[in-house]
């Protein structure tokens, strides 16, 4: 798999769209689908914006393989899996935020 392939593979895990992808990284989504479609390769700074968005190495876009320790990995996994849900969280006014936080801190101890 190449670079596009990567990303493509990404935005599907976190549920984000090429449109999305682009607005974060500051350039316009005919530049992202022009990339998949054409499997160009990216500029360097595209690839490092591209990877930051993600939240994954270039090396793991360029290469399809993580060099991270476990550790490292494991907390990255989990920050990549519930990203889409932060992101929605962060919208939520304060107040109902502090809310839902706390009925996730109940039910948490219930499970213990």
Do not use: H
């Not at 500051?26 to 690839?47: L, Q």
Request: include cysteine.
């Amino acid at each position: 798999m190449g670079f596009w392939d990567n990303v493509v593979e990404e935005l599907d895990y976190l549920g984000m769209t090429q449109k999305s992808l682009a607005e974060k990284a500051g350039f316009d989504a005919s530049n992202v689908a022009r990339g998949i479609r054409y499997k160009s390769s990216p500029s360097a700074d595209t690839a490092v914006k591209i990877a930051n968005v993600l939240n994954v190495s270039v090396e793991y876009l360029v290469t399809g393989e993580k060099k991270s320790s476990k550790n490292n990995s494991d907390e990255r996994n989990i920050f990549r899996k519930y990203a889409p849900t932060l992101e929605k969280l962060e919208s939520i006014p304060e107040k109902s935020r502090a809310s839902i936080l706390r009925l996730i801190d109940s039910v948490s101890d219930d499970c213990r």
